[in-house]
């Protein structure tokens, strides 16, 4: 079993809404307090970053996703969520959350080194 498990995949139609969910689990290591990310690699496609949280809160955004994605965690339950709204076909992927141990997602210590297996997001037109 990873360190990092993703859920809440699954198929909707085009305009439709789904939550993703990134449990963290190290025994020695509190992943949710630094900067952590949700990436995306569709069919024939590269990996793209979707958003980013650094230890403070603050976001970024993929620009085809700005505006309809919301990530956000709860660090006392040790969870990185991705709210995913207005879903388009294009948003079709596999979808990965990452951690990186450090409290900045810029940076030479932004490195995202530890990855889940991944959760499957299919939008049908």
């Known amino acids: 079993q990873g360190e990092l498990a993703e859920s809440g995949g699954g198929s909707v139609q085009a305009g439709g809404s789904l939550r993703l969910s990134c449990v963290t689990s190290n025994p020695t290591y509190t992943y949710i307090r630094d900067c952590m990310g949700w990436f995306r690699q569709g069919p024939g496609k590269e990996r793209e970053e979707v958003a980013t949280?650094?230890?403070?809160?603050?976001?970024t955004y993929g620009d085809s996703v700005t505006g309809r994605f919301t990530v956000s965690k709860d660090n006392a339950k040790e969870t990185l969520y991705l709210q995913m709204n207005s879903l388009k076909a294009e948003d079709t992927a596999m979808y990965y959350c990452?951690?990186?141990?450090?409290?900045?997602?810029?940076?030479?210590?932004?490195?995202?080194?530890?990855w889940g297996q991944g959760t499957q997001v299919t939008v049908s037109p």
């Open positions: 949280i650094d230890g403070d809160g603050r976001t």
């Open positions: 990452a951690a990186t141990t450090s409290s900045r997602c810029s940076g030479p210590g932004g490195v995202f080194r530890y």
